[in-house]
């Protein structure tokens, strides 16, 4: 093992060291860290720049005045669809309470209602469905006694960034909520 030892030592002290290799070896690592600092920081102007383009365009669309899927303006007066398809079996609409057990029916709601909700005081039922003017699905109320149906203006719908809800605003200025 020594003359190993001896071999190893020649050959060391033959080499001069590379002057300025530590600094040319720091300058590049500060130089590739710059580097994949600028390309995350290009990235996120990138996907800031896209959701910025999005919003501005979902904000256009929203404010063409277009209220319908189909691009027409929507009928003044909506009716309820009362007749079912050739071959689609009618339902009884009911009142269930948490056990299911049933505590009373309704009347008045469309055949083709669906997504039904009670508000909390019981005397309202929000549900969809089609009125036969459109092709597409509206929130429709009445009273749970099946008084006063009717459709529910939708010109703008609202969603939450909380989760698949949608907003359509009730009230004359917007302010009230139904959510669905």
């Known amino acids: 093992m020594p003359e190993v030892e001896e071999v190893f030592r020649l050959a060391t002290n033959k080499v001069k060291p590379d002057p300025n290799a530590l600094e040319r070896q720091q300058k590049r690592q500060r130089a590739s860290t710059r580097s994949s600092r600028a390309r995350a920081y290009l990235v996120v102007a990138a996907v800031i720049a896209a959701v910025a383009i999005g919003v501005l365009a979902i904000t256009r669309t929203a404010d ?100 698949p809800r949608s907003g359509f605003p009730s009230g004359p200025s917007g302010t009230k909520c139904i959510s669905a």
């Open 64 to 163: 063409v005045g277009d209220t319908t899927p189909g691009g027409s303006t929507p009928p003044t007066t909506l009716t309820f669809v009362r007749g079912l398809p050739s071959g689609a079996d009618a339902q009884t609409p009911a009142i269930v309470d948490m056990h299911g057990h049933q505590t009373g029916k309704l009347t008045g709601l469309p055949v083709d209602a669906f997504a039904l909700s009670v508000s909390a005081d019981g005397s309202t039922i929000a549900f969809v469905a089609a009125p036969s003017e459109l092709g597409y699905n509206q929130i429709g109320v009445m009273g749970a006694d099946g008084s006063d149906p009717r459709f529910i203006s939708t010109p703008h719908v609202i969603g939450f960034p909380s989760g």
